[in-house]
């Protein structure tokens, strides 16, 4: 869209001349590959003395050019605001400029200024016209947007691009329309800022201290922030979010800065990005609860069965034994199967703590009530004692394992093939040692399979207790 004197052609050649194809910038190799489809080989006898490359602070590019015949002239483009600040006669096409560029954003489609000042002076600028460039959202966009929003992920858009632009492509991919000016954000305090933030579906026309500003400020109210960039001006938001993203494609700078980089075009991968952590907490937040359990229950049995009985329920061997066999499912539990929820995980250590000192007191409940039965009912001699509770705290703190890993009853989700049969095979050890004697007294079949059947049923009663507390507390 050319203004005064000059044609289409004309802004296509001043908009190449203040481009490099060098820098593989993908919008001055737009401008270029049109420019050499329309005009051929003009631009080739024109010299490029120097070069500016686009500055996110200044927002263009400026290069000194040398013509055939020995002429030197300055052209520059950029954001279009940006370029009609540097023309002399501003005023009488500025609202001519502003039309253009709002109807070229309601389709869509960015746009740049292009300016041209004679000789090597940074005056007497003219504003020779406004080049389109339409770049769609990727096919992906929308579909990512759409089921990070279903998994409860708060999507914003944080642009450079004029307004009605980025007010377009929020709606073509459905993020919504109420995008702000950046600008708004300077007049307001930290609370106001991070108030407006959180309600709008982003914000246009920003510079790169904008964006490090909306992250701490989403920081500030409690959010777990991620980013997504490419360029050297995102490096400080890249670096400050709680997730940095480098798209593929990204410059060294944004990908040291980034927590996570991506060698493909598109964004889906951060769905399941999502999903996997989401999956890694559960097992986390499964693993911390089984574990303050399982602490429990055998400290506590072992420690108040010498402090009230005066008796040693397990041996020094017993213990080190026991703690070789929990480490080949705890190893494993990083394979289990897991189903996680359309909705962001936090810690919430008070329930951590509260239902591990359940599972663990049952536990320890369960263990003096096996004890008793092997004292006074089965009358098992100290060492027979010994290797029968030893086998029912290998058993039972396997079972927690099972009764941590989901929120419903134990069959719910079926568990990973490795942890279940990693279970399976030390159950299996453990037994065999106690019924043949394997570095503790042995008490044959009969005793072993009570104290199976014991912590099957235990196991289930106490399953059946956890799934209301996992609904009331979780």
């Not at 740049?112 to 016209?129: E, R």
């Amino acid at each position: 869209m050319p203004f005064g004197k000059f044609t289409d052609n004309d802004v296509l050649l001043y908009a190449t001349l203040a481009s490099q194809e060098e820098n593989k910038d993908p919008i001055d190799n737009a401008i270029i590959t049109k420019t050499q489809q329309v005009l051929l080989e003009v631009p080739s006898s024109y010299k490029t003395l120097e070069f500016k490359p686009f500055d996110p602070v200044s927002k263009r590019t400026e290069a000194t050019i040398e013509s055939a015949d020995g002429n030197r002239f300055k052209v520059t483009k950029g954001a279009p605001q940006v370029i009609l600040s540097l023309v002399t006669d501003k005023e009488s096409i500025q609202a001519g400029v502003e039309e253009g560029v709002n109807a070229f954003a309601a389709k869509g489609y960015r746009t740049l200024g292009v300016a041209i000042a004679s000789g090597d002076t940074q005056g007497n600028w003219q504003f020779i016209g406004i080049v389109p460039l339409y770049d769609p959202p990727r096919e992906d966009s929308k579909q990512t947007i759409d089921t990070a929003e279903s998994m409860g992920v708060d999507v914003k858009m944080v642009t450079g691009d004029h307004i009605a632009i980025a007010k377009e492509v929020g709606r073509q991919v459905g993020m919504g329309t109420n995008i702000l000016p950046a600008a708004t954000l300077s007049d307001k305090s930290d609370s106001e800022a991070a108030s407006l933030v959180e309600d709008a579906n982003g914000f246009a026309q920003v510079f790169p201290e904008h964006k490090f500003h909306i992250v701490e400020l989403l920081q500030g109210k409690q959010h777990i922030v991620g980013m997504t960039g490419d360029g050297v001006n995102d490096a400080p938001a890249l670096k400050k979010a709680n997730a940095g993203i480098a798209v593929a494609g990204a410059t060294d700078v944004a990908q040291s800065a980034a927590d996570i980089v991506f060698t493909m075009p598109g964004l889906f991968v951060i769905i399941d990005a999502i999903k996997e952590s989401r999956k890694i907490f559960l097992r986390l937040n499964s693993f911390t609860i089984y574990r303050i359990a399982a602490s429990i229950c055998l400290l506590f049995f072992i420690t108040l069965s010498i402090i009230i009985f005066n008796f040693y329920p397990v041996t020094v061997v017993m213990i080190l034994l026991l703690t070789l066999l929990n480490d080949a499912p705890i190893g494993l539990i990083i394979y289990d199967n897991v189903h996680y929820r359309n909705k962001p995980e936090k810690w919430d250590m008070k329930f951590i703590m509260s239902m591990a000192a359940v599972l663990g007191v049952i536990g320890v409940i369960f263990s003096f009530m096996l004890l008793y039965i092997g004292v006074d009912v089965l009358y098992l001699k100290t060492e027979e004692i010994r290797s029968f509770m030893f086998l029912q705290l290998v058993v039972s703190i396997h079972l927690i394992i099972f009764m941590t890993r989901t929120r419903g009853h134990f069959w719910s989700i079926k568990p990973g093939n490795a942890l279940l049969w990693s279970a399976v095979a030390t159950k299996l050890f453990a037994t065999l040692m106690v019924v043949y004697g394997l570095f503790v007294t042995a008490i044959g079949w009969y005793y072993a399979g009570i104290v199976l059947g014991y912590c099957l049923v235990a196991f289930v009663i106490t399953d059946f207790i956890k799934v209301p507390l996992f609904k009331k507390w979780g």
